[in-house]
């Protein structure tokens, strides 16, 4: 990931759960980041990253 990524995954995984505007609000002026720059960023990690850790979390108990 880049660093920009690890930003944002920081911030969900701090702050979860998390609309896509509620992100672009807290990174647009700290970053200087426009939202269409955020959404390009959370499309990747959508595609990468919070699919496997977000959408199917790891589970830690054995299936019944």
């Known amino acids: ?3 920009a990524e690890w930003l944002i995954m920081n911030l969900i995984w701090e702050r979860q ?3 896509a505007q ?3 609000a ?3 002026e700290p970053c ?10 959370l ?8 699919r496997c850790c977000c959408v199917y979390p ?3 108990d054995p299936p019944l």
């Open 1 to 3: 990931l880049s660093d």
């Open 17 to 19: 759960p998390l609309m």
């Open 22 to 24: 509620e992100i672009i």
């Open 26 to 28: 807290e990174l647009k």
């Open 32 to 41: 200087g980041w426009t939202p269409a720059t955020i959404r390009t960023m």
């Open 43 to 50: 499309h990747r990690l959508i595609n990468g990253v919070v």
């Open 58 to 60: 790891i589970r830690q």
